[in-house]
């Protein structure tokens, strides 16, 4: 690997080269805040909070922008960097709600953490107001501009990562917000409803409609097509509340589409989940004991002669289950009509 | 799957996912991965976003083609045709890989001669394509390594499937795109555990690792393990076991975790059958319409509420992990067919985990040798893992193909087993939406209900003007096994002549209409290819 | 008015007049198309065809006095014609030789009339090396510019020099970039050349976007052939095969002549495949912009020839290393260009007698405001802003004083009567705390309110600020409402020091050039005139009377 070392807060960092600044103080486990940059988005510089100073370069250069290069000396926190910092953030708590959806009061929230890390103890800035119609015309979740601070992640992750370009920054200078192609509901564009600009938004300008947060988190596998991305499972109360992308697996690297992001909970969670076992009584399918159940499969199956009967598995089960009902099929039932829905 | 194991000796994907985006140029063919495989449609939009060329070959208008260098749209079943057509430009010009071609692969003679019936005339004509066109996709693929191949269910589901998948198959071999990063040839998977179902022989001929029921040598290793004797003779497939099922010849049917009812072409006779047994067992967690003619219902859980494994469309086998409780009484698949087994003097049935069922596999499974719930826990593994101490494998065929060297298969071109007629003057193809699956767990979920509340027929405007339809008419869609009516919507996405529709809906079950007639070696169906004829309802 | 009569020197003999009419937009607005066709028509009706020509040019740039017209040889200037003049002029002037007192420039001072062109103080001042063809040639026919030498730079250029020797003849010139940043422009070539890319390309800006300047379009109307052979020899020096001129959609007529002058040079070989039938070959897209100030800053100017919304991005990398669709590209303001012909026919060294030690050759400016002679000046730098302003420009009118000029167009700071005799360059003005710009030049008089102009200046930058980055997205917003107050008479005590220090972190804080000088008229104008926002705030009293709510 090419690599190239420069000086962080005084620290050595070796990256590959054409890494930024802000990867190499990443990499060395040094925080810069930063609401706009994305291991996953082209950089931007837009929200400025990564500035920092670098030894022979003129101003308060982003070091989300900024190739890092050999030799070069970085000051991440100098009292002149947090002071323009702060100014930002002021600015930008200047015309945010105060009333947060999303604040939980942990870290959880991007915003949250770069204020929290920054320390701001006052507001010189004038107080401003929006109210902007929130758009929840999508199913999934909700878009309150109120509380967009314009970094541009939601219109740049539909662009680079999705690439389909429902939203685009719409006007320009003080109200530039995130917009649907003429201003339309999210949900008349040609979005798709994939999420991955909820996940990215620094703020509670994009929210998931299910606001509850997960206990638990449980990583698995997702159950729709065969690309098998990583989950996390959040988990509340014993039911399943939300699903992350696992950002370190080669398979889905983070990314989920609409039917992972948004599509689980809902059947596993749904009321009409067979929860009793039922048998054909009088013609109609009747709720019975587990014991009566399976004796009468067992004893049903065992009437029949070899080439009499077969059994379907399930492309949707796991290797393990199908392993066992194979195994049932071949020694118990004495056949190999054995099949499943792989040609469909 | 048979295709690609002729020729290459294994069916499935030769590559990664994460390697697709490092292809110089990718052939994507009977595949709309943005709606089918979302995750991996935003990797090869984001591939092209940085210089990979991408050749779309489908019927239909996907989302895909916006990104296109080169969109090939040929008339639905003549895959062959044009891949041969590919393939003739390549030779005709010299841009095959003699090398490649030389060490690792044989017959070669045969597939040239066989090309000779593939004159740009008739591929032309066969395909609707322009000769130049395709000329001009032979020149991309060819030159551009490494070059990936995608397919999917729009190769496999048609009556000369297998041919589709050799055809394919025999392009990779020809430009030596084959055995290397970012090359290869890619059958996207469509069920989240279709390849391990397979893998795990849930098959009516192979055992688990695709060891042959057949193979007296493999039936002795798994009489040993398993401790009884087994059958010889390959089971009945889906589709011929419907048939049996009609004629009485099957009487009773176990079945986990299927909807046939609605997702089986023809399913106004998959009805009749299942119907017409004697006994019928259904294992599931909704009440399908498939449960519904059940003379026993056992509720199963979901992939939330069992531990195991799953292995996707890159041979990567990758865990399950229970979150919550089983829903209330429900239980995992595995533990109710265990106990079915035990009841019924089965042996071999006494797991108390998957992780054990899991290291039974292992034993028995050389390319799973190597794999256990232990190993998982630091992600995923691709088979063939044959031992405890190996990686995994993310390309196959690198030193040698699995059989020894690659097959080039000569192939002729045949027509779809129904074609359009007076009778019937359309043809349909089906498809999935990305905000479905199939059609039982995502209907269920009322977000993506909105998002994709119903049917829509696509339906050419050309077509449309002469059938006096408009955008939102209910029509009538007639093939010679039943008929589904559903709202029209008009778009040039299907071209004239060509009708389109999902499978996820129940209130429009695009399955009663579709031809169950099978590729002779896959049994694979003829999904994507049927006559109808379309009336507006009045 | 004095009354002055001549008769012109040759009289008798049948005199041969060339009329040079301007065309440029300020005139044309005033119908000097009109006048010039009833002049032709006139002269047609008297039997003056065979001694008379009647030529378009470009903008004179004494645009106040518009429409202008000079009669060559004799070099009289008339000014505010009118197309009643029309007959007079051609009776009595052409054919008779009689000046026409009226139509004489008159000295705001003295009320003398002058006659000839050379004398009016305006135009004597000035030394024209940019736009030295500018009102003297027709701008629509490339023979005009052949037969004052032009594109002889070019062709000295490919006959006998190495793209590095133009670099260096450059470099050794001092030229430094006329778009505002002052980057030396050799040295900027050399960035480019050194990059090594199969493709470079060259783009000259002339998206001229603040408000009251028109020097770009003065030029690309008086004198485009200069801006194109300058512009090939650019691509020469650095090694580009494709150029793109981004020219602002709302100069429809700057843009017509460029295409011609683009396709005459193209007829003469001058560009296009193998130019002078060297191994050079270059061609030229002409792009129009849609008019967002903003992409006048380079990486915005780029991401909007590329099809893309126009937003600026950090630099490194800098466009000489990855523009263009990420190719090595180097982009010069017009001016910058118009200026690289007459370096090369001359010789740096004569260039680099002119101006100051780091400010080299002549700045252009766009005289507005409260000024008695508006329009475009050309002076060499380091000349003092008195000399531009009461000498060039005729001083304030209507017997007010002076109160402030403010350079560098919008986001430029505001001087006061004290830096009167500072010498006009790059170091002087940055130093007083405003910018060379692009070469906006606004006198404002005593009525002026100084914190309503810069409550003006701001509202502009805000609503032409791009959005992207926070400081000058809500950064100048911000300080407009701070302003707004304060000339509502709802000012707060530390309201100035909060301007101040508000200012001063979007200036290191924003991304684009934009953003870093659009606090400059609010911290030079308190800076300077820190009495009047103390009026406003403490006295709730606007000094100047302008602010309604505190009268």
């Not at chain 1, 039917?259 to 009088?282: C, I, M, Q, S, W």
């Not at chain 2, 699995?402 to 019937?424: C, M, S």
């Not at chain 2, 089906?430 to 994709?452: D, E």
């Not at chain 3, 065809?49 to 006095?65: L, Y």
Request: charged share 20%; with cysteine.
């Amino acid at each position: 690997m090419d690599a190239i070392t420069l000086t962080i807060d005084g620290a050595a960092v070796t990256v590959r080269r054409g890494a930024t600044v802000l990867e190499a103080a990443q990499q060395a486990g040094i925080y810069i805040p930063t609401l706009c940059s994305d291991h996953d988005l082209e950089p931007y510089g837009g929200c400025r909070l990564c500035i920092v100073e670098i030894e022979k370069m003129a101003g308060l250069p982003t070091a989300c922008t900024t190739p890092a290069t050999s030799g070069m000396v970085v000051r991440t926190a100098t009292p002149a960097v947090n002071e323009a910092r702060r100014d930002i953030v002021a600015l930008l708590l200047a015309d945010y709600p105060d009333d947060c959806p999303a604040c939980t009061g942990d870290d959880r929230c991007d915003f949250h953490q770069v204020v929290a890390y920054l320390g701001l103890d006052e507001q010189p800035f004038r107080r401003l107001h929006r109210s902007i119609p929130i758009d929840s015309s999508n199913p999934f979740f909700e878009r309150d501009l109120d509380y967009c601070i314009a970094c541009g992640k939601c219109v740049r992750t539909c662009d680079e990562v999705v690439n389909v370009d429902a939203i685009e920054m719409a006007s320009r200078g003080y109200t530039i917000l995130p917009s649907a192609f003429g201003g339309k509901p999210i949900v008349q564009s040609n979005c798709i409803s994939c999420g991955e600009c909820v996940v990215r938004c620094p703020t509670a300008a994009l929210m998931p409609k299910e606001r509850r947060l997960p206990a638990q988190e449980v990583k698995t596998t997702c159950p729709y097509c065969g690309v098998g991305c990583q989950i996390y499972l959040g988990v509340s109360d014993g039911q399943v509340i939300s699903v992350r992308g696992d950002r370190d697996n080669d398979v889905n690297r983070g990314l989920l589409c609409v039917k992972g992001r948004f599509g689980v909970a809902g059947y596993v969670n749904h009321p009409e989940r067979l929860t009793l076992p039922l048998v054909r009584k009088d013609g109609a399918l009747r709720e019975t004991t587990w014991d009566e159940a399976l004796e009468m499969v067992a004893g049903r199956l065992a009437g029949f002669g070899k080439g009499e009967v077969a059994v379907i598995s399930s492309a949707k089960c796991t290797n393990e289950d199908n392993y066992v009902i194979q195994k049932f099929a071949r020694t118990v039932l004495g056949t190999n009509n054995i099949d499943h829905c792989a040609r469909l | 799957m048979a295709g690609l194991a002729t020729t290459f000796g294994s069916g499935a994907m030769t590559n990664s996912i994460s390697d697709i985006g490092g292809a110089r140029c990718i052939l994507a063919i009977g595949t709309n991965t943005t709606e089918a495989h979302p995750v991996i449609g935003f990797g090869v939009k984001s591939a092209v976003r940085k210089g990979t060329k991408l050749i779309v070959a489908n019927p239909r208008y996907i989302e895909l083609c916006q990104f296109a260098d080169i969109w090939l749209r040929h008339r639905p079943g003549s895959d062959v045709a044009l891949l041969m057509g590919i393939m003739r430009v390549i030779v005709d010009e010299g841009l095959l890989d003699r090398a490649f071609i030389e060490e690792r692969c044989e017959n070669f003679d045969a597939l040239e001669q066989s090309l000779t019936g593939f004159d740009m005339d008739f591929v032309e004509r066969t395909t609707g394509v322009l000769g130049e066109q395709i000329a001009e996709a032979a020149r991309m693929y060819a030159t551009n390594s490494p070059a990936a191949i995608l397919y999917s269910m729009g190769i496999t589901q048609h009556s000369h499937g297998t041919d589709n998948v050799m055809a394919v198959a025999n392009l990779a071999m020809l430009t030596g795109n084959v055995g290397k990063p970012s090359a290869g040839v890619n059958p996207l998977r469509g069920h989240n555990n279709v390849q391990g179902a397979c893998d795990m022989g849930a098959l009516p001929d192979v055992y688990p690792g695709y060891q042959r029921v057949a193979d007296p040598q493999a039936r002795a290793k798994f009489e040993a393990a398993w401790g009884c004797k087994l059958d010889p003779s390959p089971g009945l497939t889906l589709t011929e076991l419907f048939g049996a099922a009609r004629r009485g010849e099957v009487k009773a049917v176990y079945l986990v975790g299927e909807n046939p009812v609605l997702t089986d072409p023809d399913a106004r006779h998959v009805r009749e059958a299942l119907e017409s047994l004697e006994f019928l067992a259904v294992q599931d967690v909704f009440l399908t319409e498939t449960a519904r003619l059940a003379d026993v219902v056992l509720p199963g859980v979901s992939f939330a509420e069992k531990d195991g494994t799953f292995t996707n469309t890159e041979r990567r086998v990758q865990r399950v992990r229970k979150a919550i409780e089983p829903v209330g009484s429900s239980r995992p698949d595995w533990r109710l067919t265990c106990d079915i087994a035990r009841k019924m003097g089965g042996r071999g049935f006494d797991f108390s985990h998957p992780r054990q069922i899991m290291d039974e596999v292992a034993s028995l499974t050389p390319s799973y040798g190597g794999i256990s719930h232990d190993r998982l826990e630091a992600g995923g593994l691709q088979w063939p893992c044959p031992n405890k101490e190996h990686p995994g494998t993310s390309i196959l065929h690198t030193e040698r193909f699995t059989r020894g060297k690659g097959r080039f298969v000569p192939l002729e071109y045949k027509p779809p087993a129904e074609t359009a007629d007076e009778n019937y003057p359309l043809l349909l193809t089906t498809g999935r939406s990305q905000y479905h699956f199939h059609a039982t767990l995502t209907r269920k979920v009322s977000g993506l209900n909105a998002l994709k509340p119903e049917e829509l027929v696509e339906v050419n405007p050309v077509d449309a003007l002469m059938l006096g339809i408009s955008e939102g008419d209910r029509v009538r869609v007639t093939s010679r096994r039943g008929e589904v009516t559903a709202r029209a919507m008009v778009t040039d996405a299907s071209p004239a002549g060509v009708v389109s529709m999902t499978f996820h809906f129940s209130e429009s079950p695009a399955n009663l209409l579709t031809n169950p007639s099978l590729d002779p070696v896959a049994k694979i169906p003829e999904l994507k290819v049927c006559a109808v004829r379309v009336e507006k309802i009045a | 008015m004095g009354k002055l009569t001549g008769l012109l020197k040759r009289r008798g003999a049948p005199e041969t007049h060339t009329v040079l009419v301007c065309q440029g937009t300020g005139c044309q607005s005033s119908k000097s198309d009109q006048i010039q066709a009833a002049l032709q028509q006139e002269i047609v009706q008297l039997g003056l065809s065979d001694r008379v020509k009647v030529k378009s040019t470009g903008c004179h740039g004494f645009c106040q006095r518009g429409p202008t017209l000079i009669i060559e040889p004799d070099g009289i200037f008339y000014t505010r014609v009118k197309a009643q003049d029309v007959p007079e002029i051609a009776r009595c002037h052409l054919d008779d030789g009689q000046i026409i007192d009226r139509l004489l420039y008159q000295h705001p001072g003295t009320l003398e009339a002058v006659s000839h062109y050379h004398d009016i103080p305006f135009y004597k001042k000035q030394q024209r090396l940019i736009m030295r063809n500018c009102g003297q040639i027709n701008p629509e026919d490339i023979q005009d510019y052949l037969d004052t030498g032009g594109y002889q730079a070019l062709r000295n250029v490919l006959s006998g020099m190495t793209p590095e020797q133009v670099i260096a003849e450059i470099r050794r010139s001092g030229l430094r970039g006329r778009g505002g940043a002052g980057f030396p422009t050799g040295q900027k070539w050399q960035f480019c050349r050194d990059s090594a890319a199969p493709q470079k390309f060259v783009i000259c800006n002339a998206d001229e976007g603040d408000p009251g300047a028109f020097m770009d379009r003065g030029i690309m109307e008086g004198d485009p052939y200069t801006i194109l052979e300058g512009f090939t020899i650019a691509a020469y020096a650095i090694g580009a095969s494709q150029g793109y001129i981004y020219v602002r959609a709302e100069y429809p007529l700057a843009i017509k002549r460029l295409r011609i002058a683009l396709k005459q040079a193209r007829e003469h070989g001058f560009v296009g495949d193998h130019i002078l039938d060297s191994d050079f070959s270059f061609d030229v897209t002409i792009k129009e912009g849609a008019g967002a100030f903003v992409c006048g800053e380079e990486t915005a100017l780029m991401a909007s020839i590329e099809g893309k919304r126009g937003m600026p991005r950090a630099r490194p990398p800098f466009p000489a290393q990855s523009g263009l669709w990420g190719q090595p590209t180097n982009i010069n303001n017009v001016k910058t260009l118009a200026s690289i012909p007459v370096i090369l026919t001359r010789g740096a060294e004569w260039y680099s007698s002119i101006g100051t030690e780091t400010s080299k050759g002549t700045a252009v400016f766009a005289l507005t405001g409260k000024i008695a002679n508006s329009g475009l000046v050309e002076v060499p730098m380091g000349t003092a802003l008195r000399q531009i302003i009461y000498d060039i420009g005729g001083g304030v009118p209507g017997g007010k004083s002076f109160k402030a000029a403010q350079t560098g167009g919008p986001s430029g700071g505001c001087l006061p009567a004290d830096f009167l005799d500072l010498p006009v360059d790059y170091e002087s003005l940055t130093q007083a705390g405003s910018i060379m710009g692009s070469g906006g030049l606004v006198i404002m008089d005593e009525a002026t309110c100084m914190v309503d102009i810069a409550r003006y200046f701001l509202s502009f930058t805000q609503h032409e600020s791009c959005g992207k980055c926070v400081p000058c997205r809500v950064g100048t917003k911000q300080m407009l409402e701070i302003l707004k107050d304060i000339t509502t008479g709802k000012g707060r005590a530390g309201d100035i020091d909060l301007l101040v220090r508000l200012g001063n972190s979007i200036k290191v804080g924003s991304l684009c050039g934009l953003g870093r000088t659009a606090p400059n008229p609010a911290l030079t104008s308190i800076r300077y005139f820190r009495d009047e926002y103390d009026a406003h705030i403490r006295d709730h009293r606007c000094p100047a009377g302008v602010c309604q709510e505190l009268a």
